[in-house]
Structures are given as structure tokens and as C-alpha cells.
């Protein structure tokens, strides 16, 4: 399995270094200006990639800045009841359409987790989409530090009328802070935005099935406020 690990990360290092050597001077007239999105979720608890982390509810604010093909994003994890940061996640992204309506992105993550203090660790991803009516998307990411696994997300969604929006997503464990590889558990969401002066608000709702006998099955939502 270190074998495998080792060639997957290395073949993560060439599809990384491939995409920064086909970035081209951008034009002056070209150039747009630094976009900042912020927003955040308040969730009934915190799941993250089919695992329950906390059954209480949470705040997640995040800070989304972009500058023409480069984009950094911060994201945090608050618990309400007890008031602590548990977690700051920073993460450095290119993204670039190689096609017409086909985007490529690739990333690097930091997880930190102030408190309680635990072991910090690292990831790379690539992203490859395409722009139809089902928005059909597929993300790999590799941790090469506490995980030392790669976790992947065949991932589509739709928007009906009124804006309601459906996600669907099909997840793969390969040893990502589990024994084991296979599929791990599918996900379903809802969500619909409403404007409320200067603040869009989504309710969502989402439904975990596992797939794994190492993943249970969950239900849970709240709301993203967008500023």
C-alpha cells in the first residue's frame, strides 16, 4: 500500500507542476480585480467526509478571496455551546477552464487544530469539471502527512425552479484515516437561497448513506448566510 501511496503522490506532484508551468502571462488589460466572498454555515453538527466530528452545533465562517486564475480561502470550525475554535483551514487554489466548459483546479491545504491542540496536517487536490446541465465534477485529494490517503468525490448537481438546488456525490476512501479503500457512503443535498436585504440565506439539508461498514449513516443541515 506504501508503494501505491508513494506513485499516487507522485503522480499528484506531476499533474501540480504541469498546471503551474501552463499558467500564461496575464495581459494588463486582462487583469481583474481581487473578489472577497465571505460567508458562513450554521450547522447542527459537524460532518466532514462521511465522519461525525461533533453532534453539537456549530459555526463555520468563511473568508473566500480570488484574483484572477488564484484564489486563498480560509475556513474555521466554532463550536456554539462551548465557544472554542477547533479548527482553521487554509488553502491556496489555481483554477483555469483548459476548454470550453471544462475547469481544471488544482490545491494545496493546510488543516491546523488549535483547540484542543492536535496534529496538523497537509494536502494536495485536483479538481476536473464540466459545465452542462448536470455540472459533473471529479476531485482527488492526497494527504501526505496524519492521513496518508487519498479521498475522492464524483460529485453533480442540478437547480430547479425557485432556485432549489440538488447535489449528489459519491465518496472513495483509500486508506484517507481509515483501513481499507472502497466507496465509503453517498451524499444528497438540498438547498434553496433567499435574499434578505444584504444577506443571502440558504437552507440546506443533507442526507449521508454509508457504503462502508467503517461509516454510519447521517442527516443534517442548517443554514449558509452569505454576506
Not at 102 to 121: A, D, E, K, Q, V
Request: glycine share 8%; charged share 20%.
Amino acid at each position: 500500500m506504501k508503494r501505491t501511496l508513494k506513485r499516487i503522490a507522485n503522480y499528484a506532484t506531476v499533474l501540480f507542476t504541469a498546471g503551474l508551468l501552463t499558467v500564461q502571462p496575464i495581459k494588463a488589460e486582462e487583469r481583474q480585480p481581487v473578489t472577497i466572498d465571505v460567508s458562513a454555515d450554521l450547522l447542527n453538527k459537524n460532518v466532514f467526509r462521511g465522519v461525525t466530528y461533533s453532534k453539537s452545533p456549530i459555526l463555520q465562517p468563511n473568508l473566500y478571496l480570488r484574483y484572477n486564475n488564484f484564489s486563498a480561502n480560509v475556513w474555521s470550525n466554532v463550536g456554539i455551546e462551548d465557544r472554542k475554535l477547533t479548527e482553521v483551514d487554509y488553502t491556496l487554489g489555481y483554477n483555469r477552464q483548459i476548454k470550453n466548459g471544462i475547469n481544471f483546479s488544482l490545491g494545496y491545504t493546510l488543516y491546523t487544530f488549535p483547540n484542543p491542540f492536535g496534529n496538523n496536517t497537509q494536502e494536495v487536490y485536483c479538481r476536473l469539471g464540466l459545465e452542462n446541465l448536470l455540472n459533473p465534477n471529479l476531485t482527488v485529494f492526497a494527504d501526505f502527512k496524519q492521513g496518508k490517503g487519498v479521498y475522492g468525490e464524483l460529485a453533480s448537481g442540478y437547480e430547479f425552479e425557485r432556485s432549489i438546488g440538488i447535489s449528489v456525490i459519491l465518496h472513495y476512501n483509500y486508506g484517507y484515516f481509515r483501513n481499507g479503500n472502497g466507496l465509503s457512503h453517498g451524499t444528497i443535498s438540498l438547498s434553496k437561497p433567499f435574499e434578505v436585504k444584504w444577506i443571502v440565506v440558504s437552507p440546506k439539508l443533507s442526507v449521508a448513506k454509508s457504503l462502508s461498514k467503517n461509516f454510519g449513516n447521517e442527516v443534517y443541515g442548517g443554514l449558509n448566510l452569505a454576506f
